[in-house]
T-cell receptor
Framework: EADIYQTPRYLVIGTGKKITLECSQT?????MYWYQQDPGMELHLIHYSYGVNSTEKGDLSSESTVSRIRTEHFPLTLESARPSHTSQYLC????????????FGPGTRLTVL | AQSVTQLGSHVSVSEGALVLLRCNYSSSVPPYLFWYVQYPNQGLQLLLKYTSAATLVKGINGFEAEFKKSETSFHLTKPSAHMSDAAEYFCAVSLGGATNKLIFGTGTLLAVQP
């Protein structure tokens, strides 16, 4: 079954640690996205990709970085986690059409102590 | 610039009652509009989308939404609420294009009382 996966689902980590949030999709979608969602708030786009070797920054400034070496994989990395990075991170993917639906993963809830 | 306003961060209805979740958008060009639902500890699931075809859009789980250009609205409705409808609902707007970025509203948390 085609799907989009995120690991870990929950992560509690200390300040200064390097972390990588994984996102994989089995739908063969070219476009992939990372959103940040704080409790009770809207989602904000922080990174997106049109395809392999393509990455762009989104509307919300983020200290995280992303890479797209394979179509199905779009990991997000924080080199040095801080408490201000505590949030939920949602990954999504879509086809290349103008109105194609974005499909979301279950999210990673990150807590930085 | 595009924006989305969802009126009412919390809505409570009785089981079997009408569900009405409000969404108004701002866009300088004809928008594409979406409603997503988020259950606790899960990602977002598409309920329905408007892409300039029929103004009344039917989605999953008995939900529908009507695009009203004159009112710049895209309200979500369901004739009869079910306990399983309790979740957070997000309205989103997109201009499409190469990026297909979504601009989300702040969400409405729907509670369904027995």
């Amino acid at each position: 079954e085609a799907d989009i996966y995120q690991t870990p689902r929950y992560l509690v980590i200390g300040t200064g640690k390097k972390i990588t949030l994984e996102c994989s999709q089995t739908m063969g979608h070219d476009k992939m996205y990372w959103y940040q969602q704080d409790p009770g708030m809207e989602l904000h786009l922080i990174h997106y990709s049109y395809g392999v070797n393509s990455t762009e920054k989104g509307d919300l400034s983020s200290e995280s970085t992303v890479s797209r070496i394979r179509t199905e994989h779009f990991p997000l990395t924080l080199e040095s986690a801080r408490p201000s990075h505590t949030s939920q991170y949602l990954c999504a993917s879509s086809e290349l059409g103008l109105t194609d639906t974005q499909y979301f993963g279950p999210g990673t809830r990150l807590t930085v102590l | 610039a595009q924006s989305v306003t969802q009126l009412g961060s919390h809505v409570s209805v009785s089981e079997g009652a009408l569900v009405l979740l409000r969404c108004n958008y701002s866009s300088s060009v004809p928008p594409y509009l979406f409603w997503y639902v988020q259950y606790p500890n899960q990602g977002l699931q598409l309920l329905l989308k408007y892409t300039s075809a029929a103004t009344l859009v039917k989605g999953i789980n008995g939900f529908e939404a009507e695009f009203k250009k004159s009112e710049t609205s895209f309200h979500l409705t369901k004739p009869s609420a079910h306990m399983s409808d309790a979740a957070e609902y997000f309205c989103a707007v997109s201009l499409g294009g190469a990026t297909n970025k979504l601009i989300f509203g702040t969400g409405t948390l729907l509670a369904v009382q027995p």
